[in-house]
């Protein structure tokens, strides 16, 4: 199953402007979960029609099973905003609470899912 959980799917219904593979070893579980791929993607330019520039960051989690994409971060971004994500997240064990935000947000929706 391939879940969106961002408030205004228009906002992302296009290809990321530019993305960040932060793990793609396929060998981290988390709760049951295979991890194949962990990405932030950088989607710009997304209110059409405004005079400043908004973007927003997601995080892209795709397992052995389904994928989920989040909303990370939005506004105006400066240019290099999914570098510095990136590096906040490499340097200070944020890839781990992210994993985790992220396989709770999975679970929650499978479950929702489940039970209709």
């Known amino acids: 199953m391939n879940i969106i959980d961002v ?3 228009e906002r992302i219904d296009k290809k990321p402007t ?4 932060l793990l793609s070893n396929g060998e981290v579980m ?3 979960f295979k991890i ?3 990405e932030l993607r950088l989607y710009t330019n997304i209110l059409q029609n ?4 908004h973007s927003i960051i997601t995080a892209y ?3 052995d099973e389904h994928s989920i994409e989040t909303l990370y971060d939005e506004g105006g971004l400066e240019d290099n ?6 590096e906040l997240l490499t340097n200070s064990l944020g890839l781990s ?3 985790l935000r992220l396989i709770i947000s999975l679970e929650n929706t499978l479950k929702v899912q489940n039970d209709q």
């Open 7 to 9: 408030s205004n799917l």
């Open 81 to 86: 905003a999914l570098e510095k994500s990136t």
């Open 61 to 63: 989690l795709e397992t």
């Open 36 to 38: 194949k791929t962990l």
């Open 50 to 53: 405004k005079p400043l520039s």
């Open 97 to 99: 609470g992210l994993i």
């Open 30 to 32: 988390q709760n049951g």
């Open 18 to 21: 530019r993305r960040m593979t």
